[in-house]
């Protein structure tokens, strides 16, 4: 079983590299896209906004799938047609084959997110320890990679078609292939008698208590998604801007922002596993919205572009935690339904992306882009105020460690 394991693990691991490389390839190269097509600046907007939202279609719908089919099935079908669609949306040169490529591409986005983090879950289960920012770490490597992909397409003006090709080529038959080796809860039914035999009556008991997700208990972890995404989506949208616009940068500096955020998304994530395992994840969550909300207030009140840098730095470090710690959360809340509880906690990752870029937008024009740097902060503060929904279930065992519970992984669903 150890082989098993290690082997889902790289795989799911490459599954998440190849994720981050995709999405950043795609809205790294918005421009392009938009000239490419003759989409016009009033209609850009729709088309943006249509990605999110139909990924939460597709989450929702795999609440549902999942019921029948598995998790891992799920995100081996998943992943090709968002490569796919990555290839229709650089191949085409008509309004309607981007909207049907982007359609395409929302739907599946959703479903594989979805399944990613239900598999990385029960995995984290079955290991009785955090590896879920680990998962997390190598899909800010496959941005870092797609967005320098893209870099590269752009400085050599290279066609959508022919920066995507061998990109697509080469990620394709690897995650195919890989996709062999994924682990759900089927497939660790002989780690079993390893796991303390209450497990399933206390998810029963749980999921009987309204024979639904109790949403109150999840809320505050859609919240803390929601709000993460915020500050996610604003210094992806407005870090290049601020820096330029507000801050007197050159062109050429307000494109490091984004970079180095994502750097020290990579870097705080891989080393946030051993943070929680050391310290747990309550700590770990309130010390990554302290750094983030730090980050807010340095580029808020920044006085030149290099401190403002060392805002966005900050960010990086401090917003990096938080997404991967809700999923693993969810799974602890809900053991016996996991899998529907992170179907329905990934939509609210969309919900941020779709508030964030337009509220410091108007606020920026309405009011000033400093002080509409100070509302993504006061939220993610707001994450402390829900930071006990992020501690493990009550020690059974009295030695302070959490266990697998292998009993649960990935079959809780239909109880939702």
């Known amino acids: 079983m150890t082989d098993v394991l290690r082997r889902g693990r790289a795989s799911l691991a490459f599954s998440f590299f190849a994720q981050g490389a995709a999405f950043a390839l795609l809205v790294t190269r918005i421009p392009a896209i938009q000239d490419r097509y003759g989409v016009s600046d009033a209609l850009l907007p729709a088309f943006l906004a249509a990605v999110p939202i139909l990924a939460g279609v597709g989450s929702v719908t795999t609440e549902q799938l999942v019921k029948r089919i598995r998790p891992s099935r799920l995100l081996r079908w998943s992943q090709p047609v968002v490569l796919l669609a990555l290839l229709g949306v650089g191949a085409g040169d008509r309004l309607v084959e981007l909207a049907v490529a982007l359609g395409a591409f929302g739907l599946a986005v959703g479903a594989l997110d979805a399944s990613m983090n239900m598999l990385g879950v029960s995995l984290q289960r079955t290991y009785g320890r955090s590896i879920m920012l680990g998962f997390h770490a190598t899909y800010s490597l496959g941005g870092i990679v797609g967005a320098s992909l893209a870099w590269v397409g752009a400085h050599w003006h290279l066609s959508l078609f ?44 749980r999921q009987g208590e309204s024979g639904a997700l109790v949403f109150r208990l999840l809320l505050p972890l859609c919240l803390v998604m929601t709000f993460a995404y915020i500050g996610d989506s604003t210094v992806s949208n407005w870090s290049a801007k601020y820096l330029q616009d507000v801050l007197g940068s050159s062109e050429q500096l307000a494109t490091v922002p984004y970079n180095v955020y994502m ?37 808020a009140v920044a006085p030149g572009a290099w401190v403002g840098m060392l805002g966005f730095t900050l960010l990086g470090l401090g917003l990096c935690v938080l997404v991967p710690q809700t999923f693993a959360a969810a799974g602890r809340l809900f053991p016996g339904a996991s899998d529907a509880a992170i179907a329905r906690l990934n939509i609210f990752n969309y919900v941020g992306f779709l508030i964030g870029s337009p509220l410091v937008g108007a606020l920026g024009d309405a009011w000033n882009y400093r002080g509409a740097m100070l509302v993504p902060m006061v939220l993610v503060l707001a994450t402390l105020g829900y930071a006990r929904s992020f501690a493990p279930e009550p020690d059974r065992y009295g030695d302070g460690h959490e266990r697998p519970r292998t009993a649960d992984v990935g079959r809780g669903s239909n109880g939702l």
């Open 263 to 299: 750097v020290m998304t990579l870097v705080g994530r891989a080393v946030g596993d051993f943070g929680v395992r050391r310290f747990g994840a309550v700590a770990v969550v309130r010390l990554g919205a302290v750094v983030a909300a730090l980050g807010f207030a340095v580029v």
């Open 162 to 205: 022919v920066s995507y090709l061998p990109v697509v080529l080469v990620l394709l038959p690897a995650a195919f292939v890989g996709s062999r080796w994924y682990v759900d809860g089927g497939a660790v039914s002989g780690l079993e008698a390893d796991v303390d035999a209450s497990a399933d009556a206390e998810a029963g008991k």
